[in-house]
């Protein structure tokens, strides 16, 4: 069980918006401005989207978008494309004794 | 540019160890950290330690602590993960990933090795 909680799905056709939640606690993504989001294609290695909640690394793409409001953080798509479609993770920074970075359990994205 | 470059995937009889490599190059080594990231087949992301290349300093997951080792190797740009005493729930592909700190995110991650634990 991940302890940061995502939609297993989402679904949105080209062109459409779509919102991906991630659900932690004030320990960690209420707590820190340390919040990422990754997409990994089938096979392949993660690939960083967001990072401290609503930063684009240089080469993302500006449809892509972050926000946090209390203890969820959200990753906005805008304008889906075909490529869109992957597995999307987020992470955040935790105060946990026990380790670092907590994720989220992933939500499949489907372009329909 | 930055690429991570990790080893081949491995088969291991429970018990066994393994040490996976990542070689890094394009950048200074030393001026980052290197955290460990695990995927268990179908399954999510969890992450495994850190440590930093300007001076050795590790923190490992809690549930791997006495398990697992991180190094790294500066003058061949190359980090190291051994795990001991393997699992068959240890099967997963193991990435390596660039960060910062220990606060920050990973922006660069190695291709992956699969590790497969099986009698």
């Known amino acids: 069980q991940s302890a940061l909680t995502q939609p297993a799905s989402v679904s949105g056709s080209p062109g459409q918006s779509i919102t991906i939640s991630c659900t932690g606690s004030?320990?960690?993504?209420?707590?820190?401005?340390?919040v990422s989001w990754y997409q990994q294609h089938p096979g392949k290695a993660p690939k960083l989207m967001i990072y401290d909640v609503t930063n684009r690394p240089s080469g993302v793409s500006n449809r892509f978008s972050g926000s946090k409001s209390g203890n969820t953080a959200s990753l906005t798509i805008s304008g889906l494309q075909a490529e869109d479609e992957a597995d999307y993770y987020c992470s955040s920074y935790t105060s946990s004794t026990t380790l670092d970075w907590v994720f989220g359990g992933g939500t499949k994205l489907t372009v329909l | 540019q930055v690429q991570l470059v990790q080893s081949g995937a491995e088969v291991k009889k429970p018990g066994a160890s393994v040490k996976v490599s990542c070689k890094a190059s394009g950048y200074t080594f030393t001026s980052y950290g290197i955290s460990w990231v695990r995927q268990a087949p179908g399954q999510g992301l969890e992450w495994m330690g850190w440590i930093s290349a300007y001076n050795g300093n590790t923190n490992y997951a809690q549930k791997l602590q006495g398990r697992v080792t991180m190094t790294t190797d500066t003058s061949t740009s190359t980090a190291y993960m051994e795990l001991r005493s393997l699992r068959s729930d240890d099967t997963a592909v193991y990435y390596c990933?660039?960060?910062?700190?220990?606060?920050?995110?990973?922006?660069?991650w190695g291709q992956g090795t699969l590790v497969t634990v099986s009698s």
């Open positions: 004030s320990s960690d993504v209420g707590g820190y401005s340390y």
């Open positions: 990933a660039r960060s910062l700190r220990r606060t920050t995110s990973w922006d660069y």
